[in-house]
């Protein structure tokens, strides 16, 4: 997917697939494997500001890159 077919529905459905990894991740479990790295997380939202910002730079990116952090603070990352 590049950015200029991002819409609107696709961002949701980022947000959903974040909030699906982060809820099926129990602390319990989170503990008995080894800490999900930064660079692992939200594979999903990482990728799609990527490819935003080298086609159209990071200013025209801002909601996607906001997509990224909010999964990311989902899985408990501080950012």
Known sequence: M????????DLTSLRIRCWVVAASSAPSEMQEKKPLKPCCACPDTK???????????????????????ECMRALEFKI
């Open 2 to 9: 590049t950015c200029s077919s991002c819409s609107q529905q």
């Open 47 to 69: 990728k799609v500001p990527n490819v935003c910002i080298l086609e159209k730079g990071g200013e025209h990116c801002g909601h996607l890159i906001e997509a990224h952090k």
